[in-house]
Every structure is written in C-alpha cells, then in structure tokens.
C-alpha cells in the first residue's frame, strides 16, 4: 500500500480517536465507536496488523459499553434509593432530554426524570426524589468514566502501533 495512504489513515484515524475522547463527554458524539473506527483504520494501514481476536474483542467491548452507557443512569436512579417511579422517569427523562434539549438533555433528563418520577408518585417525599435523581446523575459520570477508560485504552494501542510501525 502506498505510504500516502497510510499517512491518510492514520491521520483520520487520530482525528477519530480525539473526537472519540471528546464524545466521552460531550453527548451525541459517539466516544468508543468512533475510537474503534480509528483502530480499524490503523489496521488498513499496510504497517499495521491488530490480530482478529484484538479487532473482535474490542468491538464486543465497544459495543456493551455503547448499551450500558444507556442504562447506568436508569441503575443509578434505582441503586440510590429510587422507586420504578424513578427509574421509569430516569428514562423517560432520557428520551425527552435528547429529543427536547440535545446534547444536554442526555445528562439533565433522567436527573430530573428520576426526580420528578419519584415526586408523582411518592408526592412530598422530597428526599427520595433528590436521592433518586443524585442516583441518576452518579449513573452518568460512571459510565462516562467507563467510557473515557475504554477509549484511552484504545488510544493507548493505537499510539503505540503508529509509534513501532514509525519506528521499524
């Protein structure tokens, strides 16, 4: 293959990983996929080679941390004293954050679903809605922690590969 190319694919593939980083925080930017899009395309280099078994572990990684990603935040809602009130308003509030407030609705909508969940159906307990939507919100930086993690993990392969293959 014609180093051209390669250079090509590595560069995008570095812009990639930076914006997968970036999209660990920021949401509607997908962080790990866009992580291990840049791994595949080192991988089309003709100096770089990952073996299938990295390639498919690392994409079934992506994958549960994509899905998992969803659900922390509903787990968050449950696990520090929500109801289903909570953890259905957590949801629910996940749906119509990304679709009514984007890219904030992702965080701020199961916090105060969870929250106003908790209030409709418990009415004045207060406490329990600020536990709840706390729980939400803790689910949030938690997978964005297992998010970042991931895609570091990934960033680290994918430095050293350009780094031995520069090298040799």
Request: net charge neutral; proline share 5%.
């Amino acid at each position: 293959m014609d180093l051209t190319i390669d250079i090509v694919l590595m560069v995008f593939g570095a812009v990639l990983m930076l914006t997968g980083i970036i999209g660990c925080i920021v949401p509607f930017l997908p962080g790990p996929p866009l992580c291990y899009v840049a791994l595949l395309l080192a991988h089309f280099t003709s100096s770089i080679q990952f073996s299938t078994n990295f390639l498919l572990l690392w994409a079934v990684i992506v994958i549960v941390i994509s899905l998992i990603d969803y659900l922390i935040p509903i787990w968050g809602a449950k696990n520090f004293g929500g109801t289903k009130a909570g953890m259905w308003g957590s949801a629910i509030g996940l749906v119509l954050g990304i679709i009514l407030l984007p890219p904030i609705g992702v965080i701020v909508g199961p916090v105060v679903g969870a929250f106003i969940g908790e209030l409709a159906v418990h009415g004045s307990d207060v406490g329990t809605a600020i536990k709840s939507a706390m729980g939400a919100l803790i689910g949030f930086v938690l997978s964005t922690g297992l998010k970042l993690t991931v895609s570091f993990v990934m960033t680290f392969y994918f430095v050293k590969e350009i780094i031995v293959s520069f090298a040799g």
